[in-house]
């Protein structure tokens, strides 16, 4: 592995059910980040998490849910899937939150269709 | 509330300059980022700005005011592998990047 890798590519889900997008990087980083991209929408912040054992809400947290674990490992749940989280969901991770470049890395992104 | 504002879409000729405009009012400063995003992937780092100027990479410039909260990313020569959206976050006070929502950058030859 090199970089951040997420799981699946895409997929196409019923209402209601639940669904773990998987994300895991082999860069040491501390922070990790989810996004969802949304036509015409900038990239919109769902959780962070700054270091391993430790998570945050972002701008748009409800009906997520995230755990890290481990430094390498940075699931992202729906519980009960909704037709408005389709989306194209990305993950991307970066050495620290304190400043400086510290520039996020991306994953290739999993396109979530919420039927 | 927070706001990126980019042009949605912007036209060029292959071997033109382009320049890309982003302004931006955010709770607070702590750079400034511009990513290029391909059709179908993921982002990828272009530059980043923290004190007011000039940084030049290659055929991509990026310009930053932050007493007037622009900043715009200048690119030189263009080829057809430009074509791409080219997306501006800035890092707030929370150090959480705010994203802007991309300029479409169509190169024609």
């Known amino acids: 592995i090199a970089g951040i890798t997420q799981a699946p590519t895409s997929q196409i889900l019923a209402a209601g059910r639940r669904m773990t997008l998987r994300c895991t990087q082999d860069m040491r980083h501390n922070a990790m980040y989810w996004y969802r991209q949304d036509l015409g929408l900038g990239l919109r912040l769902i959780h962070y998490?700054?270091?391993?054992?430790?998570?945050g809400k972002g701008e748009v947290p409800d009906g997520y849910s995230v755990s890290r674990a481990n430094t390498d490992d940075f699931p992202l749940t729906l519980a009960s899937a909704v037709p408005s989280q389709t989306s194209v969901y990305f993950c991307a991770s970066s050495v620290s939150t304190s400043g400086g470049t510290d520039t996020q890395y991306f994953g290739p992104g999993t396109r979530l269709t919420v039927l | 509330g927070q706001n990126i504002d980019q042009p949605t879409e912007m036209t060029a000729t292959e071997g033109a300059i382009v320049q890309i405009n982003c302004t931006y009012q955010?709770?607070?400063?702590?750079?400034l980022f511009w990513y290029q995003q391909h059709a179908g992937e993921a982002p990828t780092f272009l530059s980043y700005?923290?004190l007011d100027g000039l940084e030049e990479k290659g055929r991509f410039s990026s310009f930053l005011s932050r007493s007037k909260g622009y900043s715009y990313l200048l690119l030189k020569e263009l080829q057809m592998k430009d074509s791409a959206s080219y997306l501006c976050?800035?890092?707030?006070?929370?150090?959480?990047?705010?994203w802007g929502a991309g300029t479409k950058l169509i190169i024609k030859p």
């Open positions: 955010t709770s607070g400063f702590n750079g």
């Open positions: 998490s700054n270091t391993a054992g430790t998570t």
């Open positions: 976050a800035v890092r707030d006070s929370n150090y959480q990047l705010i």
């Open positions: 700005n923290v």
